[in-house]
């Protein structure tokens, strides 16, 4: 699912979209305190994975002040359809997110996600959250592992450098990948710089590298689950 060809692909059938996405995003965070953690292109390609898919439910969890979650219910109304059920302890995107985006598209659950029902057949899943490495062993094991084949999950904080830092959030999640031969692919000017670059030059072409935010944080993995990965019941 996440090679490059693929995500150029995106970028060049949703570029109308994403350009008009991007201009209200600007918005947004001119009018909100939004404090955004996601770099442009990882905020983008959640939102075209959004958009090619078309999942009818999305999992986000982990929003602090909602800026993935904006990027994520503009891609759902692009669409015409879907819910985001976004899951967190704080419940600050409840109040920086403007009611046009969650009136119908958005369910909040305000608590620890560990103790919370996640909705069935999730067909993305954005993780961005307690980034400890206990937490990642939870959220492998009773999320990742209980999806089913072919859904798209996408989790931050992972490449802060060329590598995860050892005993980390990142090192569990790819020693997970590793063990389920899952391959994933990352954007991050620290894991991949060549893509990164190269994407910018994409964007270029398309007239979208204008920045949406000045923020330099971009250590996301992309990837998708997949047959024989010791997948257990569904979420």
Excluded: C
């Excluded at 201009?23 to 442009?40: G, S, Y």
């Excluded at 692009?78 to 899951?87: I, K, P, R, S």
């Excluded at 067909?123 to 062993?137: E, K, N, Q, S, Y």
């Amino acid at each position: 699912m996440y090679s490059v060809d693929t995500i150029i692909q995106w970028y060049r059938e949703h570029a109308a979209d994403l350009r008009a996405a991007r201009e209200q995003q600007r918005e947004l965070l001119a009018q909100r305190d939004m404090h955004p953690k996601l770099d442009d292109i990882e905020a983008e390609i959640a939102y075209l994975t959004v958009r090619a898919l078309r999942p009818h439910t999305v999992i986000e969890i982990g929003s602090y002040h909602g800026w993935s979650t904006s990027w994520l219910l503009r891609a759902l109304r692009d669409n015409g359809d879907g819910v985001l059920h976004t899951f967190d302890r704080v419940d600050h995107a409840r109040r920086t997110l403007p009611e046009e985006l969650t009136r119908t598209r958005w369910r909040f659950v305000h608590g620890d996600v560990r103790a919370a029902e996640l909705p069935d057949d999730p067909g993305f899943v954005l993780v961005d959250a307690l980034h400890t490495a206990g937490f990642a062993r939870w959220y492998t094991a009773f999320v990742l592992d209980r999806l089913k084949p072919g859904v798209a999950v996408a989790v931050h904080d992972i490449y802060h450098g060329r590598r995860p830092w050892p005993n980390s959030e990142g090192s569990v999640l790819l020693g997970w990948l590793r063990e389920r031969r899952i391959a994933h692919l990352t954007a991050s000017r620290h894991g991949d710089p060549d893509l990164h670059d190269h994407l910018a030059g994409v964007k270029r072409r398309l007239h979208l590298s204008a920045p949406v935010h000045s923020g330099r944080h971009d250590p996301m993995a992309f990837f998708s689950t997949v047959e024989g990965s010791e997948n257990g019941s569904p979420v």
